[in-house]
T-cell receptor
């Protein structure tokens, strides 16, 4: 496979469940990102990892827990979510992270519905 | 903080040109990007422009940058029904000491192309 892949593509979970979203990039990039896209809102950056180290954490509730075991994989662990967390969760990667302005490549997203 | 603004909707007829506009507030922007999102999909990088350029052309796409007015536009020539999508403008929050690199996205412009 090429590019950025995300699994699952769709997820329905109850508020008491625990689930994980997975992202994998096949581009040899060193930075990976989680974004939340809600209807009628701009994309919200959640987390950034650069060289497997978390470099951005934008005031995201602790019920979202990221994990980056290596530069190709990124996870988002979910527990005790709220209905307002229902959204499209997008993963992206870039060659680097910094002032140069590396373009980001996005996966197809996971459509999450919290019931 | 930084802000990126776009109009929410644009409707054109097939074969016409489309112009999608974006304004941003960060005077230290290094790169500005245009992404396309089709229904049910992630964001696809269309093109980008470096801040020392006024114009960039790539096949049917023309990007114009007015740094003085902090205005960015994307022109799509000979618009086709397959161009119907949401188009996002993004500003690289570049900083001098390699502590930036976040993309700040606009709300997206939904382009509708009528046959």
């Amino acid at each position: 496979e090429t590019g950025v892949t995300q699994t699952p593509r769709h997820l329905v979970m109850g508020m008491t469940n625990k689930k994980s979203l997975k992202c994998e990039q096949h581009l040899g990039h060193n930075a990976m990102y989680w974004y939340k896209q809600s209807a009628k809102k701009p994309l919200e950056l959640m987390f950034v990892y650069s060289l497997e180290e978390r470099v951005e954490n934008n005031s995201v509730p602790s019920r979202f827990s990221p994990e980056c075991p290596n530069s190709s994989h990124l996870f988002l662990h979910l527990h005790t979510l709220q209905p307002e967390d229902s959204a499209l969760y997008l993963c992206a990667s870039s060659q680097g992270y910094g002032d140069r302005g590396y373009e980001q490549y996005f996966g197809p997203g996971t459509r999450l519905t919290v019931t | 903080g930084e802000d990126v603004e776009q109009s929410l909707f644009l409707s054109v007829r097939e074969g016409d040109s489309s112009v999608i506009n974006c304004t941003y507030t960060d005077s230290s922007s290094t790169y500005l990007y245009w992404y396309k999102q089709e229904p049910g999909a992630g964001l696809q990088l269309l093109t980008y422009i470096f801040s020392n350029m006024d114009m960039k052309q790539d096949q049917r796409l023309t990007v114009l940058l007015n740094k003085k007015d902090k205005h960015l536009s994307l022109r799509i020539a000979d618009t086709q029904t397959g161009d119907s999508a949401i188009y996002f403008c993004a500003d690289n929050e570049g900083r001098i000491y390699n502590q930036g690199g976040k993309l700040i996205f606009g709300q997206g412009t939904e382009l509708s192309v009528k046959p």
